[in-house]
Nanobody, 119 residues
Framework: QVQLVESGGGLVQPGGSLRLSCAASRITFSIYDMAWYRQAPGKQRELVANIISSGGTNYADSVKGRFTIARDNAKNTVYLEMKALKHEDTAVYYC?????????????WGQGTQVTVSS
């Protein structure tokens, strides 16, 4: 059974930093495109950042210059480094792994980790 396990969330003051990790198991991690999404209360889940299997990255405009996504294929782990955090970054952050092979789409989600930005 595929597992994506997020960690690193918590309570942080505005302007602070956090580093989220997502450890994957039972997948060939290196061929998956990985992403971080977030969902704030009363809002739809939104893409924060993604990193494709070849290493290319993409960010939501709201986090550009503050967040950095990275992957370590040797550790089957994707990271989200978050700096200069704002109240509006408060959300549950989810890890996502996607791979499309032939006509099959493989799409997995973690359970989420809470990030709260508050003074």
């Amino acid at each position: 059974q595929v597992q994506l396990v997020e960690s690193g969330g918590g309570l942080v003051q505005p302007g602070g930093s956090l580093r989220l990790s997502c450890a994957a198991s039972r997948i060939t991690f290196s061929i998956y495109d990985m992403a971080w999404y977030r969902q704030a209360p009363g809002k739809q889940r939104e893409l924060v950042a993604n990193i494709i299997s070849s290493g290319g990255t993409n960010y939501a405009d709201s986090v550009k210059g503050r967040f950095t996504i990275a992957r370590d294929n040797a550790k089957n782990t994707v990271y989200l480094e978050m700096k200069a955090l704002k109240h509006e970054d408060t959300a549950v952050y989810y890890c996502n792994a996607v791979s499309i092979r032939f006509v099959e789409k493989y799409d997995y989600w973690g359970q989420g980790t809470q990030v709260t930005v508050s003074s």
